[in-house]
């Protein structure tokens, strides 16, 4: 039976990812991917992605909004297409999307069992019962609008969905793991992120087989009709009345509706062990490595956050908002994304990929040691306040190519204030 991790307060925001952050989220997304491939295997990458609090870390590393539900769409869409071309070497293969994608879902598991040779009636079946089980025995308001089916050649799986409250302007997201399940009907979710808006009416929960069952015989027994009647008379009693709340709690990570990043959103002893680690491996690792004037030094810290993200252990990801300072914002918060740093990452992480490919990890194994170093060093170093760290990026805003949808950064005016 697998478990449930957690859930988050998502707000929900429109709008639609730019073209030059969607591109480069495809190539982060994936490098990123198949370095968590190649130290720890397909299966652990599913269960990274099972995670909701890694999964929302991950989407701010690559420059999404950070708290916003919109992270679930791009980086559901960055791997679908960042691993198209690779699908057959990673054995991993990302299905569905948004809205009309979502429906496609089906189909595409069926084309990708016919190169594979796995069972792809199995894998259909199974997403569209984890679509049923969250839009109909999950009653909790919120309506599914997203379906994301991630497999991997060996036939193992994770879903990503997420539903919306349009009234509450909240999202929920849905985690699935193949790994562990036997049975459907017997608390299958590997976790709920999203609000705990009211009562949750979970008939998957192995606790509800009494009640499943009761309402097969009560459907048997009176029909439809009489138990609408008879469900009328009672609604007025049910509203009034206090009822036990019967899920189970759950930690909760609350992503609040501000869009700056304040102090009590990050985990400030982290951030100082991440630049301390930039500022102590990066001249001994990374000297013949980057080679962009003025960017190099800020490129180490990016690293050690997307380092993180690799290696980091679950209780790592308590605090999404502090890696939205590895690229910054597409909204200009904590700041804009600094283009330069962001395709020096792009480069850096590309080019130690693909050499670990070809039998020298030297460079894979130096980005790893960044993290190892920030997890030593935060015990006990110090550094700037969140407030004077993104001072700093906003001051070489325009040096690093920042930009936002906004548009590009511009230099900062003469008395140093920005533009």
Same mark, same amino acid.
């Given at each position: 039976?697998?478990?449930?991790?957690?859930?988050?307060?998502?707000?929900l925001?429109?709008?639609?990812?730019?073209?030059?952050?969607?591109?480069?989220?495809?190539?982060?997304?994936?490098?990123m991917?198949?370095?968590?491939?190649?130290?720890?295997?397909?299966?652990?990458?599913?269960?990274?992605?099972?995670?909701?609090?890694?999964?929302?870390?991950?989407?701010?590393?690559?420059?999404?909004?950070?708290?916003?539900?919109?992270?679930?769409?791009?980086?559901?869409?960055?791997?679908?297409?960042?691993?198209?071309?690779?699908?057959?070497d990673?054995?991993?293969?990302?299905?569905?999307?948004?809205?009309? #994608?979502?429906?496609?879902?089906?189909?595409?598991?069926?084309?990708?069992?016919?190169?594979?040779?796995?069972?792809?009636?199995?894998?259909?079946?199974?997403?569209?019962?984890?679509?049923?089980?969250?839009?109909?025995?999950?009653?909790?308001?919120?309506?599914?609008?997203?379906?994301?089916?991630?497999?991997?050649?060996?036939?193992?799986?994770?879903?990503?969905?997420q539903?919306?409250?349009?009234?509450?302007?909240?999202?929920?997201?849905?985690?699935?793991?193949?790994?562990?399940?036997t049975?459907?009907?017997?608390?299958?979710?590997?976790?709920?992120?999203?609000?705990?808006?009211?009562?949750?009416?979970?008939?998957?929960?192995?606790?509800?087989?009494?009640?499943?069952?009761?309402?097969?015989?009560?459907?048997?027994?009176?029909?439809?009709?009489?138990?609408?009647?008879?469900?009328?008379?009672?609604?007025?009693?049910?509203?009034?009345?206090?009822?036990?709340?019967?899920?189970?709690?759950?930690?909760?990570?609350?992503?609040?509706?501000?869009?700056?990043?304040?102090?009590?959103?990050?985990?400030?002893?982290?951030?100082?062990?991440?630049?301390?680690?930039?500022?102590?491996?990066?001249?001994?690792?990374?000297?013949?490595?980057?080679?962009?004037p003025?960017?190099?030094?800020?490129?180490?810290?990016?690293?050690?956050?997307?380092?993180?993200?690799?290696?980091?252990?679950?209780?790592r990801?308590?605090?999404?908002?502090?890696?939205?300072?590895?690229?910054?914002?597409?909204?200009?918060?904590?700041?804009?994304?600094?283009?330069?740093?962001?395709?020096?990452?792009?480069?850096?992480?590309?080019?130690?990929?693909?050499?670990?490919?070809?039998?020298?990890?030297?460079?894979?194994?130096?980005?790893?040691?960044?993290?190892? #170093?920030?997890?030593?060093?935060?015990?006990?170093?110090?550094?700037?306040?969140?407030?004077?760290?993104?001072?700093?990026?906003?001051?070489?805003?325009?040096e690093?190519?920042?930009?936002?949808?906004?548009?590009?950064?511009?230099?900062?005016?003469?008395?140093?204030?920005?533009?």
């Open positions: 039976m697998s478990k449930r991790t957690g859930s988050a307060d998502l707000p925001h429109g709008g639609r990812v730019p073209a030059w952050l969607g591109e480069r989220m495809t190539k982060l997304g994936s490098v991917a198949e370095a968590i491939v190649m130290h720890y295997g397909r299966d652990e990458f599913l269960r990274r992605l099972s995670h909701p609090f890694w999964f929302q870390s991950f989407g701010a590393v690559m420059g999404m909004d950070w708290h916003s539900s919109g992270i679930t769409t791009s980086v559901l869409g960055a791997l679908k297409r960042g691993m198209a071309g690779r699908n057959h990673l054995g991993i293969y990302v299905c569905g999307g948004r809205g009309a #994608q979502s429906r496609k879902t089906p189909s595409e598991l069926m084309s990708m069992a016919e190169r594979t040779g796995l069972d792809g009636a199995a894998l259909a079946t199974a997403s569209r019962l984890v679509a049923k089980i969250d839009s109909a025995a999950v009653q909790d308001g919120f309506d599914l609008y997203l379906h994301g089916f991630i497999a991997t050649s060996d036939g193992k799986w994770a879903v990503v969905q539903g919306m409250n349009g009234d509450l302007r909240q999202a929920r997201r849905y985690h699935w793991l193949s790994e562990n399940i049975d459907f009907l017997a608390s299958p979710h590997a976790a709920i992120e999203g609000r705990e808006q009211g009562e949750i009416l979970n008939l998957a929960d192995i606790r509800a087989e009494f009640s499943r069952n009761a309402q097969l015989e009560l459907l048997s027994e009176m029909g439809p009709d009489r138990i609408a009647s008879e469900y009328r008379k009672l609604a007025p009693v049910q509203a009034t009345s206090a009822r036990p709340q019967l899920q189970m709690e759950l930690p909760h990570l609350v992503m609040p509706g501000h869009h700056d990043v304040r102090e009590e959103d990050v985990n400030l002893g982290r951030i100082h062990g991440n630049l301390a680690a930039a500022a102590e491996n990066g001249p001994k690792d990374f000297a013949e490595l980057l080679l962009t003025k960017v190099g030094a800020r490129t180490v810290s990016a690293l050690a956050l997307v380092a993180e993200v690799v290696h980091g252990a679950p209780c990801f308590s605090d999404p908002a502090r890696f939205s300072l590895a690229h910054g914002g597409k909204d200009r918060h904590p700041y804009p994304v600094p283009l330069k740093v962001y395709d020096e990452t792009i480069r850096v992480m590309k080019s130690a990929v693909t050499r670990a490919r070809l039998g020298y990890g030297e460079e894979l194994a130096a980005i790893r040691r960044l993290d190892e #170093q920030a997890r030593r060093l935060e015990q006990y170093v110090t550094g700037p306040d969140l407030k004077e760290i993104i001072a700093g990026e906003f001051r070489h805003s325009a690093f190519g920042g930009m936002s949808v906004f548009g590009p950064e511009p230099p900062p005016l003469p008395d140093g204030s920005q533009g």
